[in-house]
């Protein structure tokens, strides 16, 4: 059992210490855990974010997951990954931090349209060029070839039975299943009951033939241990006729 989607204090927005996210993991037979912080950017303004590490935290957060790693090599496989949205003008900076540091993988988490300075937020209403941006976006993400799954794919918050919804996100469907990424099935909204992960999407993600990676988006380490919601989770996806993956594909 594998799980991608670990968040960690730096985000603002989680508790507990990594070595806590490590313990439940392992308490509930998890083979490999990997932290997916949101990462941070180089902003050209002054902006400063509040659901993301600040830039200068980038270097605590990759050494304290290398000492972890380290220390529990024998127990479970600890990778080091960010959650990252696509954002056009910032991408060269993202790309020099992937050198600079050895981060295994990014997933794409598009939160914010352009960035989160200025940017709307994608999982408010959306209008139907607004849902096209989200849409066009991803499919720039997937294209550069550095995001390992897609995250929430249907955080875009539309009217899923207004035919558009399905014509905008059968795009997104096939550009994952052209790039074989797999799709998360996001735990934190399913037992938060948010708006996704929704039947409509992953719906139409089966019509395509998409992988489906089961994301527990884990904010305190509690998550982890929630084997319950995992499981009803996978009946879920299983009963709706899903492929379920555990595999991505790594940056090195």
Known sequence: MKNYHTHTRRCQHAIDSEEDYILSAIQSGYTELGFSDHTPWLYDSSFHPTMRMEAYEIDDYVSTLLKLKEKYKNQISIKIGLECEYFEKYMDGLRNMLKQYPIDYIILGHHY??????????GHPLTKSQLSQYVDSCIKAMETGLYSYVAHPDLARYDTSDPFYKQEMLRLCIKAKEMNLPLEFNLL????????????????????????IIGTDAHESQSLLDMKTYHQARQHLENLGLSITEDITFLR
Do not use: C, L, M, Q
């Not at 349209?113 to 994608?122: A, C, K, V």
């Open 189 to 212: 909204g399913y037992k938060t009951h948010r708006h996704y992960p929704n039947d409509s999407f992953f719906k139409i993600a089966r019509e395509v033939g998409n992988r489906i």
């Open 113 to 122: 349209d352009g960035s989160d300075e200025t940017g709307i937020y994608f």
